[in-house]
């Protein structure tokens, strides 16, 4: 198992080196520290991050989930996290990567496990420890990068035995509810994934509630839940962390980044920045660029 986590270590270590955060496959995002962070703050994807060296801390609300060396943290849908790398230096950084979870594939072999737990429900993060299959299969997808005429072909089998693996595993109910569309982790996970998706777009809470097939009432108080935000609020994060990309990628100007992600005031949009981010964006984005402030997705 150690020889395995070494290699696997060794494996990041290099293709972040050659690609930094993203690497050639869709949804695999790599992280890679020498210090301890400050507070970052992101919408996690469905998915699953696994640490590799170092330790991590991710809130949702007041609770927090802990994550170090062989174990991964599992986001059974799009949710609102602050978290903080707490173990990284020099001599031993942190190490992470996070895979997106595909949920129809989710669903397809919860489908074949034939014991999903009917309307089960389930905390929206969990942890738990990589155990010697799953580590082999996740060594397997990473050596793929190196094979960029296999990638295409190999990589969706590797990654549906690595969501077999999920499921066969520990952690594999908080898994199953992704796949459970009827259940209200899956109903409320359609609704975070529209808002994720159409962020500056105006909503109406009756228009959710009819997507995810409840009452308003009954909306408000399971999205809450999971997420310990109301619609609005969790639509003003996604908002908010989409201007700060546009800030740093496109070096954008404060305005025109806060009517781009849906704000129609500009000082409005300002006071919710400086909020949640602690600084105006201009000042927020420089501090980054400088490396002053944590990288925004890492």
């Not at 995002?29 to 640490?51: D, H, K, W």
């Not at 802990?66 to 799009?78: H, W």
Request: proline fraction near 6%; charge should be negative.
């Amino acid at each position: 198992m150690d020889d395995a986590m070494e290699h696997l270590r060794a494996l990041l270590a290099r293709h972040w080196q050659i690609s930094g955060h993203e690497a050639p496959l869709d949804g695999l995002l790599l992280s890679y520290a020498e210090q301890p962070s400050g507070v970052l703050r992101s919408i996690y994807r469905t998915s699953f991050c696994v640490v590799l060296q170092g330790s991590k801390v991710s809130l949702l609300g007041e609770q927090a989930w802990r994550y170090t060396q062989g174990q991964y943290l599992i986001a059974s849908m799009d949710l609102p996290v602050t978290a903080q790398i707490v173990e990284a230096s020099p001599d031993r950084p942190y190490m992470a990567f996070s895979l997106a979870i595909d949920p129809a594939m989710v669903a397809e072999l919860a489908i074949d496990l034939g014991d999903v737990p009917a309307g089960a429900d389930t905390a929206p993060l969990v942890v738990g420890a990589l155990e010697r299959p799953l580590l082999d299969s996740l060594i397997r997808l990473f050596e793929l990068l190196d094979a960029p005429r296999d990638l295409p072909v190999l990589a969706p089998l590797v990654r549906r035995e690595i969501v077999w693996r999920l499921l066969t595993g520990p952690q594999g109910s908080a898994l199953r509810q992704i796949g459970l569309a009827d259940g209200p982790i899956g109903r409320i996970a359609r609704v975070l994934r529209w808002i994720t998706d159409h962020y500056a777009d105006p909503i109406r809470i009756e228009d959710l509630a009819d997507m995810a097939a409840m009452s308003s009432a009954s909306l408000h108080r399971h999205f809450k839940a999971a997420t310990t935000l109301s619609p609005i609020q969790f639509q003003k994060q996604v908002r908010l962390q989409a201007a700060r990309r546009l800030l740093l990628s496109e070096g954008s100007e404060a305005a025109s980044a806060g009517f781009a992600v849906g704000y129609e005031s500009a000082s409005q949009f300002n006071r919710d920045y400086r909020r949640l981010f602690g600084q105006p964006p201009r000042r927020d984005a420089s501090a980054i660029r400088q490396g002053v402030a944590a990288n925004v997705d890492a």
